[in-house]
């Protein structure tokens, strides 16, 4: 009987002492050119009005943008004044989209039933300088035009095989 009270006592001891490896697993970033390819929208705008709006299921948007177009950098323009866009406000890990009143955002959006939401959650938002905003929208559209030029190749490519 002591040898197995021994042998728990060591094992136990064993487990508790032992060092323990955590790994965290980061959210990586997500970079401008996957940005591009995954948005519906792409779009300058300035954010009028952010709110808490009523939720329908845990898994609801819990806030709403109001945002004012100025440029459509990819994707057709919408027809309306006003963008809304739902977003989950309460994330902790990953942060939720950065929309600030009264600020210009680049959005990145994507069309989910006729609901706009960020795209990849606070790295569908970017604040621009306005010395940058050039700059920033040549390589959006650069990103995008090669995008779409690699996407009628390679369905040429596979209609020709």
């Known amino acids: 009987m002591r040898p ?23 959210i990586p970033p997500v970079a401008l050119w996957e940005l591009v390819e995954s948005s519906d929208i792409i779009v ?3 954010v009028v009005d952010v709110r808490e709006i009523p939720r ?9 943008a109001k945002l004012r177009p100025t440029a459509f950098w990819k994707g057709r323009a919408v027809a ?3 963008l809304n ?11 939720p989209p950065n929309y600030r009143q009264g600020w210009t955002v680049l ?4 069309d ?15 604040y621009i300088p306005e010395s940058d905003r050039s700059r920033v929208r040549e ?3 650069a990103a995008d035009v090669i995008q779409r030029r690699a996407r009628i190749d390679s369905a040429d490519y596979d209609r020709n095989i």
């Open 4 to 26: 197995k009270i021994a042998l728990t006592a060591l094992v136990a001891v064993t487990i508790v002492s032992a060092p323990t490896m955590v790994v965290g697993y980061p």
């Open 85 to 95: 866009v739902e977003f989950h406000g309460f994330l902790e890990c990953p942060s």
């Open 112 to 126: 989910e039933d006729g609901v706009l939401e960020t795209n990849s959650l606070s790295y569908g938002t970017r």
């Open 56 to 64: 329908e299921g845990a898994w609801s948007p819990s806030h709403r």
């Open 44 to 46: 300058l705008a300035e």
């Open 107 to 110: 959005a990145f959006l994507v």
């Open 139 to 141: 390589l959006v559209v």
């Open 80 to 82: 309306a004044e006003m």
